[in-house]
């Protein structure tokens, strides 16, 4: 299975690094970044095209409605017929570090529900939780 990390700007390579600082090499893992004034076709070839190369692919993106995600959408209406295709939004570290630690022992879809509840449970209001709020 390969993850592709979809953002806005280079927080999809920045993620890639600091994931490597944490938890040392991995591979299977690709960042591509929309940087400002960028063409969306030419971002679109790049997205279809590591697609185009491999069966099974989990993409995390930044936010929902984004141009990254709406990319994402429209390539999977048309190569989910053909490839295996999970799309996971609200990208964040926690996420990407527990879809990294157990995708070996996971399904493509397991990734998926893997990213969206440790991609949750990453988000805490610390001095709420630690008043006793829930």
Known sequence: MKILLLSHGSLAVEYIKTAKMILGEFDN??????????????????????????????????????????????????????????????????MILEVLNTRDNCTMEESANVAEEFGKKGIVNFFKQMEGGN
């Open 29 to 94: 893992v690709q960042a591509i970044e929309l940087l400002e004034g960028e063409d969306i076709e030419r971002y679109e070839a790049d997205i279809k095209n590591v697609i185009d190369h491999t069966d099974e692919v989990l993409i995390l993106t930044d936010l929902l409605g984004g141009s990254p995600f709406i990319t994402s959408c429209k390539i999977y209406r048309y190569l989910s017929n053909n490839k295996k295709i999970r799309l996971v939004t609200g990208m964040n570290l926690p």
